[in-house]
């Protein structure tokens, strides 16, 4: 029999506080996408500038982590 060698993921530190802060700007976006996409107005100019600040505040986070 071939012995198989077994592989161990190295497991990166969870940072819960990033999590956290992700998970609330994800909330976020999900209740504006829902908005937007049940309002009969189509993109309004508060729904599209909500969408743009968390986008910001993504691309912040992105950058944290990098």
Avoid: C, Y
Avoid at 6 to 33: C, H, M, Y
Avoid at 52 to 63: A, F, G, T
Wanted: glycine share 6%.
């Amino acid at each position: 029999m071939l012995k198989q060698k077994t592989f161990k993921r190295k497991q990166t530190p969870i940072n819960r506080d990033f999590i956290a802060e992700l998970s609330k700007w994800g909330n976020n976006l999900n209740q504006v996408a829902k908005h937007l996409n049940t309002s009969k107005g189509g993109l309004d100019r508060v729904g599209l500038e909500m969408l743009s600040r968390i986008e910001n505040h993504l691309k912040e986070l992105r950058k944290a982590i990098e």
